[in-house]
C-alpha cells in the first residue's frame, strides 16, 4: 500500500491541485443544494444527511471519496455567512484573499512555539503586530516609552482573558467592573482566574454610565479593571469611552477595552471618530473575523505598555534555552498562553496589504450604510418597530404588536425553513429581531427580501 501524499515539500503542489478541485466541486455542489441562507428541516434533518454521509467513522478500508462527500454534505448543513439573508450573528463571510492565505499556512504548518518551527512566521507577526498596535495607540508612544506591542488570540474570549490575567498580575487583587451589555466572556475570565466577584453596573440605556461607574469606583475598594465595551453584542453600541478613561485616570484605575466588534472602525475616516478614547486603554481586544473578514480566528490583544507582558514569561528548557535566547534566538513563549500556535497572523497581513486602508474602510462602511439602509426600511414599514438608530452594523426591530413568544417563534420558523438567520436581543425588557450586516455584497433588494419574510411569518 502506497503512503498518502503530503501537503508541503516538492510533491506538495502536485497533491494539492486535484485535490482543491475536489473540495470546490463538493463546496458548490453542497451549496447548490442548501439553495439558501441554512439547511432547512432543522436539526434533526441535518443531523439524519450527515450520518447518512459519514457512516462508519473509522472503517476498516478507508474511502477515497470520503472528502467530496463529507465536504459536500458538510456544505449543505451549513450556515453560509455569505448569503445575504444570514445575518445573526458577529460571523463575517472571509475574504477570498483571506481564506487563500489559510491555505498557504496550513500546508507549511508552522507552529509559533519556537522559532525554529516558524523562523519567516514568527517575524510576519512581530511586524504586523507592531503596525496593529501602532493603529490601535495612534503612534502615541513617544521613544522615551517602549512601543505597544500586540497578541495574537483565537478571538474576544482570549483575549479578554488575557486582559484580566495582566490586570491581576500587574495590580494584585484587581476586581472587575463592567456593564451588563458587556461580553460574558469578561466575568467568565474573571471567575476563571480567582479574581474577587465582579461588579456588574446596570446599563438600562445599553452603555455604560459615566455617573454610575463614579459612584462605583468612589465606594467599592480596589484595585479596579474597568471594561469598557466599543460594540456590545446585542445591540452594536459604543460606551462612552472619553468620558470613561477619564474616570479611570481620576481613579487610578485600569482601563480594559473589548473592542472585538467595533475594533475594525479603525480602518474608516468616516466611522473611527467612534472609537475616541480607545488609545488610553491599557489593554484593548480585537478580532478581525468580524469587521476584518478573516476566515476565524483572527483575534488580538493591543497592549499599551509592554512591560505587562513580563506576566506571560514562560520557560521551555527545548523550546527557549537561556543559551539560545543569549544567542539572538528568539523567545516566543512568552506572546501567548497556548504552546502550539498556527500562523493566524499570515491571512491578516495579506489582507491588510492587498487592500490597504482604502480598501479595508470600503468594506467598513459598506456594511454601516446597510444597517442605515435597513434601518430606514423599518421606519418607513407600517407593521415593524426598530428599536434605535444603529450605531456600527447590528439593527434591533420587531412587528408591532407582537409578543416576545411571538418573535421568538417567528426568528424559529425562519430558521427551520432555511429562508433567513436572524438572531435575538432582550433589551429594554422586550425580545428583538437582530440582523448583523458584515457580508458587503448584500444589496437594497435582499433587505427588502428580508422584512418581506419577516412579515410574512408573523401570524395575523
Sequence with gaps: ????????????????????????????????????????????????????????????????????????????????????????????????????????????????????????????ETLVTQTLAQTVYNNTNTHTTPPADCLVTTGGTESNQLALLLARETHPGTRLICGQAAHHSLTRAAWLLGLPDPIVIPTPHGTLDPATLATTLTTQPGPHLVAATAGTTDAGLIDPLPQIADLCTTHRARLHIDAAYGGGLLFSQHHRTKLTGLDRAHTVTLDLHKLGWQPVAAGLLAIKNPHDLQALRHHADYLNADDDTQAGIPDLLGRSLRTTRRPDILKIAITLKTLGRTGLATLVDQVCTLAHQLADLIQAHPALELHAAPTISTVLFRPRRATDHTVAAIRRTLLHNGHAVLGRAHIDGRLWLKATLLNPHTQPGDLTTLLHLVEGTTPR
Design 1 to 124: 500500500m502506497s503512503l498518502p501524499p503530503l501537503a508541503s515539500g516538492p510533491q506538495g503542489p502536485h497533491a494539492l491541485r486535484p485535490l482543491l478541485d475536489t473540495v470546490l466541486h463538493a463546496l458548490e455542489q453542497g451549496t447548490r443544494a442548501r439553495g439558501g441562507p441554512l439547511p432547512a428541516g432543522g436539526p434533526r434533518s441535518v443531523t439524519a444527511r450527515l450520518q447518512t454521509a459519514l457512516g462508519d467513522v473509522l472503517p476498516h478500508k478507508g474511502d477515497p471519496d470520503a472528502a467530496a462527500t463529507l465536504i459536500r454534505t458538510l456544505a449543505e448543513g451549513a450556515a453560509d455567512p455569505a448569503h445575504p439573508l444570514c445575518a445573526a450573528h458577529l460571523h463575517c463571510p472571509p475574504l477570498a484573499i483571506a481564506t487563500a492565505a489559510d491555505l498557504a499556512a496550513a500546508v507549511l504548518n508552522p507552529s509559533l512555539d519556537s522559532w525554529d518551527q516558524a523562523p519567516s512566521a514568527s517575524t510576519l
